[in-house]
């Protein structure tokens, strides 16, 4: 036989609070999740934006919504506000009466809403409605690179607005102070979030680079170099005439009096028998005419007598001179000749060059634009481009007032006497130098010569 139990009816009661408690959860629920809806809102909005300016127009614009009929202005600076918007009128400008009231309140501190509070207990979200007149956010940087404060006027807010609002400002802060951007916020932060020992050595560098920048040098001219002898002498031919041989090349060393050239003498030899021929002819007439009485014609022959004895004298002189010679010791610098014998030579045509290389001139090409930190007995080192010679480090002797035109660059020329006993300089190298000119920081030697490069490059 069964035996069937049957439970006992439920009070109506008891039914009554179960269904009441289970509508109270749910609708704690759908108020907890409808504050977080509103406050990832406001993140997302926020976090849309490209930079900071749209950042304060998309959290502005967002809070106007949730809370129609309400005024929303934000302010972002510094020490003082530099930038005003209101969700209804835009960006304001210093001249307007909004701003100037944003201004008086800028250095006030946050009453309703603090900058970083702490969450309230969950059971405040079922409290009752507080009205509050005006609503503040402070949503200032963390390494106070810069401030950012949110006014709501004119609304209520419950309490469940303040938690979803105050759950938003860490993300809030972070966005919209990441979104300044540049290389000095990117470092600031940097800093802030690194450890006290890199600070110290960041510092430390800090201030060397600082001692670097102003530390006193002298300002540095730098500039091409040529050698030349210091003495040199031009050999050129004394008359027309045919180059019959060389007696030396370029390098050969020569004492005064060494023959360097030959001309040929055969024509002058001709003109010159032609000349005494003629001296003879006439001074036949002058003594006929004499004999005659004819002292007129006697006179005249003998003018002719004179210009023929001149002529005579000059082409003995050209015969005493067919070999040129060295007027100085040294080396022949210039001239290979053995492609030019038989070649027709005129007056002063140069055809050799002999200079002492015991004794060498340096000149330096400044640029026209630094000649005014140069000045005689300002040290120069000179570092030739031949070679592994040692660096030559000496006074400027001379600067010539006048510039010239070498390398299409106008430059001015200074020279500096060396001494070349070893023979390791040859006229025509060439080399760099530096010259030590008066002393300034040593950012503005880097910055002057910089800048004046590029005056020169681009033509100004």
Same mark, same amino acid.
């Given at each position: 036989?069964?035996?069937?139990?049957?439970?006992?009816?439920?009070?109506?009661?008891? $039914?009554?609070?179960?269904?009441?408690?289970?509508?109270?959860?749910?609708?704690?629920?759908?108020?907890?999740?409808?504050?977080?809806?509103?406050?990832?809102?406001?993140?997302?909005?926020?976090?849309?934006?490209?930079?900071?300016?749209?950042?304060?127009?998309?959290?502005?614009?967002?809070?106007?919504?949730?809370?129609?009929? *309400?005024?929303?202005?934000?302010?972002?600076?510094?020490?003082?506000?530099?930038?005003?918007?209101?969700?209804?009128?835009?960006?304001?400008?210093?001249?307007?009466?909004?701003?100037?009231?944003?201004?008086?309140?800028?250095?006030?501190?946050?009453?309703?809403?603090?900058?970083?509070?702490?969450?309230?207990?969950?059971? $405040?979200?079922?409290?009752? *409605?507080? $009205?509050?007149?005006?609503?503040?956010?402070?949503?200032?940087?963390?390494?106070?690179?810069?401030?950012?404060?949110?006014?709501?006027?004119?609304?209520?807010?419950?309490?469940?607005?303040?938690?979803?609002?105050?759950?938003?400002?860490?993300?809030?802060?972070?966005?919209?102070?990441?979104?300044?951007?540049?290389?000095?916020?990117?470092?600031?932060?940097?800093?802030?979030?690194?450890?006290?020992?890199?600070?110290?050595?960041?510092?430390?560098?800090?201030?060397?680079?600082?001692?670097?920048?102003?530390?006193?040098? *002298?300002?540095?001219?730098?500039?091409?170099?040529?050698?030349?002898?210091?003495?040199?002498?031009?050999?050129?031919?004394?008359?027309?005439?045919?180059?019959?041989?060389?007696?030396?090349?370029?390098?050969?060393? &020569?004492?005064?009096?060494?023959?360097?050239?030959?001309?040929?003498?055969?024509?002058?030899?001709?003109?010159?028998?032609?000349?005494?021929?003629?001296?003879?002819?006439?001074?036949?007439?002058?003594?006929?005419?004499?004999?005659?009485?004819?002292?007129?014609?006697?006179?005249?022959?003998?003018?002719?007598?004179?210009?023929?004895?001149?002529?005579?004298?000059?082409?003995?002189?050209?015969?005493?001179?067919?070999?040129?010679? *060295?007027?100085?010791?040294?080396?022949?610098?210039?001239?290979?000749?053995?492609?030019?014998?038989?070649?027709?030579?005129?007056?002063?045509?140069?055809?050799?060059?002999?200079?002492?290389?015991?004794?060498?001139?340096?000149?330096?090409?400044?640029?026209?634009?630094?000649?005014?930190?140069?000045?005689?007995?300002?040290?120069?080192?000179?570092?030739?481009?031949?070679?592994? $010679?040692?660096?030559?480090?000496?006074?400027?002797? &001379?600067?010539?007032?006048?510039?010239?035109?070498?390398?299409?660059?106008?430059?001015?020329?200074?020279?500096?006497?060396?001494?070349?006993?070893?023979?390791?300089?040859?006229?025509?190298?060439?080399?760099?130098?530096?010259?030590?000119?008066?002393?300034?920081?040593?950012?503005?030697?880097?910055?002057?010569?910089?800048?004046?490069?590029?005056?020169?490059?681009?033509?100004?």
């Amino acid at each position: 036989m069964n035996v069937r139990r049957v439970s006992p009816p439920i009070p109506a009661e008891k $039914s009554a609070v179960a269904s009441d408690a289970q509508v109270s959860l749910e609708s704690e629920a759908a108020r907890v999740q409808d504050q977080w809806a509103k406050t990832l809102g406001l993140i997302e909005v926020a976090g849309e934006a490209k930079d900071q300016n749209e950042c304060v127009v998309a959290m502005v614009g967002y809070l106007a919504n949730q809370f129609p009929g *309400s005024s929303v202005r934000c302010g972002i600076g510094t020490t003082r506000l530099r930038r005003y918007f209101d969700s209804r009128l835009g960006w304001l400008g210093p001249a307007s009466d909004l701003f100037q009231m944003g201004c008086e309140v800028w250095e006030e501190d946050a009453a309703t809403l603090p900058g970083r509070p702490a969450i309230p207990p969950q059971s $405040s979200t079922t409290s009752t *409605s507080t $009205s509050i007149e005006s609503l503040r956010l402070n949503i200032d940087d963390d390494v106070r690179l810069g401030r950012c404060v949110l006014w709501i006027d004119n609304v209520d807010l419950a309490a469940a607005d303040r938690v979803w609002l105050r759950r938003a400002l860490p993300a809030l802060r972070s966005i919209m102070w990441n979104r300044r951007g540049g290389l000095m916020t990117d470092l600031v932060h940097g800093l802030a979030a690194s450890g006290l020992t890199t600070r110290i050595y960041l510092g430390l560098a800090t201030l060397l680079l600082v001692l670097l920048t102003i530390w006193p040098v *002298s300002y540095r001219v730098r500039c091409t170099t040529v050698v030349r002898p210091k003495l040199s002498r031009i050999i050129s031919a004394p008359f027309n005439a045919t180059l019959l041989a060389t007696h030396v090349q370029p390098g050969d060393t &020569v004492q005064a009096g060494s023959p360097l050239i030959s001309l040929d003498g055969r024509p002058l030899r001709l003109e010159l028998e032609s000349i005494q021929a003629q001296i003879g002819q006439v001074s036949k007439e002058r003594d006929m005419a004499m004999h005659g009485g004819r002292v007129a014609e006697a006179q005249q022959a003998e003018l002719r007598i004179r210009e023929l004895s001149r002529q005579r004298d000059l082409l003995n002189s050209r015969l005493q001179r067919l070999s040129v010679v *060295s007027p100085i010791d040294g080396v022949v610098v210039l001239g290979d000749l053995n492609r030019s014998i038989g070649a027709p030579l005129e007056t002063g045509q140069a055809v050799l060059e002999i200079a002492p290389l015991s004794q060498m001139v340096i000149e330096l090409e400044i640029p026209d634009y630094e000649i005014g930190y140069v000045d005689k007995g300002t040290i120069a080192r000179v570092r030739m481009d031949a070679g592994e $010679s040692e660096p030559i480090e000496a006074a400027i002797d &001379v600067i010539y007032p006048n510039a010239e035109l070498r390398s299409d660059q106008n430059v001015f020329v200074a020279k500096i006497d060396v001494s070349n006993r070893d023979g390791s300089l040859r006229p025509g190298m060439r080399g760099d130098a530096i010259v030590y000119g008066p002393i300034r920081p040593w950012l503005w030697s880097l910055v002057r010569s910089g800048w004046e490069k590029t005056l020169w490059w681009i033509g100004y």
